[in-house]
């Protein structure tokens, strides 16, 4: 084996040097990137976006409310009647059927009334003596 030269030594030294604080710099870079994707901090990171993003909508609709109360009081009566609309259309069939069924009996007995005989009067013979 040949001996290195001091220059050589030196560069030899110096990579090693390198070659340590990329490995440092890579296990810490590592160690960097599974924190930041690990499910604890993903899961903190989402529901932190999240309530950020439901108090600027919160916020949002408050303001919008203030502007117009008008539009805000339709939009919620329109999403009542959405979600009352089976009890609504259950109301509103009884009500038809009761309708009809009120009428159905008043035209049979209009009918009934109709198709009967009438009955005769009689009238009192009043003959005047003279």
Sequence with gaps: ?????????????????????????????????IEMFSPQNWARDIWEGAKEKGADLAEEAVDAVRNRPAVAGGVL???ALFLAREPLIGMAGK?????????????????AAAAAPKPQTRRKNTETIE
């Design 1 to 33: 084996m040949s001996e290195d030269t001091p220059e050589v030594a030196a560069a030899r030294i110096e990579v090693e040097r390198a070659r340590a604080r990329m490995l440092e710099s890579a296990s810490e870079l590592q160690a960097e990137l």
């Design 77 to 79: 009566a329109a999403i």
């Design 95 to 111: 009500l038809a059927d009761g309708v009809g069924t009120k009428r159905k009996a008043r035209k049979s007995r209009k009918t």
